[in-house]
């Protein structure tokens, strides 16, 4: 009778852990909450960001979880430039849908009239002596059309214009970024799509006005569940929380893939490890970053303002784009740190993923930081062809499957009840 009860114990364990690992409806709340509207795309705009912060420490504080230092946060500052109010742009009196027909970089300063359009495009790059005569040429009150041979105008314009524009390569969705906004330049940069732009169009009419940001200040979000016993090591999972924000009045990049997915999976992981049945034996830390799309600002100042000992982290997991996952996952720095080969080995053990698949040292997420201070790290992203929308307008939580989002985070727990 014993034995048998025994049995039935650990099938019920295996039973409630199945069915957590499987029911995402809570991660599911937790992401059309993070990439709704009123998140204002998580950005630096309408308190976009902080709304997110305060949310996590929400649910943080509702689960029981432990903070490093009070309030679960950790405060920085930086600058960053905004793009507020209506954005207008017409082409020979056509009005242009903003971030859909175009983008308007985030270093852009305010610019307000009509502009004769001046093209650049074709065999220029081959051209020297075209490109030194255009140099020399007072573009004042004009603005300068390239295309993909002189795209880095966009970033470095050697002209006086005030304004550049790159007509985008056909059949491509333009995308948005904010990496570079912690300055304001000279000239307005400006993306468009082939079709809104024809080659014969004359002049511009457009309205952009930015606010700068000297003294942003943001946050990022830590908390950790005791383990059971005084073990020395511990696991963190790492996701940023932030994303583009608004570009003007309107038009919300709402980041669901990117990365309210991941910052749903960081939640998912506390909510289940935070349950007194499920407390691990080491403790599990819990880490959601800001700043990241601006260039790795949040986990770059907790790399150098630990609010842990970085030389007690056994593996920090970080989750960016988790929001598919048909073809597997991906393991940034996979190539090199033995977590890899637990990871292959757990999922073949619980037949989880279509496949675990290794990558090279990258520092293109918030593991980077911390990589480079000697913690081994790896960043994990899904794989599939059925979503792929970036750093657009339809990177929106009701077209994100979710497709292995389970199947991830179970073999996620194993790795942590699996530690050796």
Request: proline share 4%; net charge negative.
């Amino acid at each position: 009778m014993k034995n048998r009860l025994r049995v039935l114990f650990f099938g019920f364990l295996i039973f409630g852990h199945s069915l957590f690992a499987q029911d995402t409806s809570w991660a599911r709340q937790q992401l059309n909450l993070l990439a709704a509207d009123e998140m204002a795309g998580r950005g630096y705009t309408h308190d976009g960001a902080l709304r997110a912060a305060r949310h996590i420490v929400q649910e943080f504080r509702g689960m029981g979880l432990e903070s490093f230092h009070g309030d679960y946060l950790q405060e920085y500052h930086f600058l960053i430039n905004t793009l507020v109010g209506d954005i207008v742009l017409n082409v020979d009196g056509k009005e242009l849908i903003t971030a859909r027909d175009f983008m308007v970089s985030l270093s852009s300063p305010s610019i307000q009239g009509r502009f004769d359009l001046v093209y650049f495009l074709d065999d220029s790059l081959k051209n020297t002596d075209r490109l030194e005569n255009l140099k020399n040429q007072d573009l004042d009150g004009k603005a300068l059309v390239v295309d993909a041979f002189h795209r880095d105008f966009l970033q470095n314009n050697p002209t006086n214009a005030p304004i550049i524009i790159y007509r985008a390569k056909a059949g491509k969705k333009l995308v948005w970024s904010v990496s570079r906004a912690f300055e304001v330049k000279e000239f307005v940069g400006i993306q468009m799509l082939p079709e809104a732009l024809p080659v014969d169009a004359q002049n511009i009419t457009i309205s952009v006005r930015n606010h700068f940001l000297e003294d942003y200040k943001s946050y990022n979000v830590a908390a950790y569940e005791p383990g059971k016993t005084n073990c020395d090591t511990m696991i963190v999972f790492t996701a940023h929380y932030d994303h583009l924000g608004e570009m003007g009045k309107g038009a919300i990049f709402n980041g669901a893939n990117d990365n309210a997915s991941g910052t749903a999976m960081v939640l998912t992981l506390a909510k289940y490890f935070s349950e007194e049945v499920h407390q691990p034996d080491c403790p599990v830390a819990f880490v959601l970053f800001s700043g990241e799309e601006a260039g790795l600002l949040g986990s770059s100042y907790m790399a150098e303002h630990p609010l842990f000992d970085l030389g007690k982290v056994r593996y920090l997991i970080n989750l960016d784009m988790v929001g598919t996952g048909s073809e597997g996952i991906t393991i940034v720095n996979g190539a090199t740190e033995p977590l890899f080969d637990k990871m292959v080995a757990l999922n073949e053990e619980f037949s989880l993923l279509a496949e675990v698949k290794p990558r090279g040292v990258s520092c293109n997420s918030d593991h980077c930081p911390f990589s480079e201070k000697g913690v081994s790290s790896v960043f994990i992203y899904t794989r599939g062809p059925e979503f792929s929308e970036y750093h657009n307008l339809d990177d929106r939580p009701e077209h994100l499957p979710l497709t292995a989002f389970w199947e991830l985070s179970r073999l996620l727990i194993e790795v942590v009840e699996n530690g050796d």
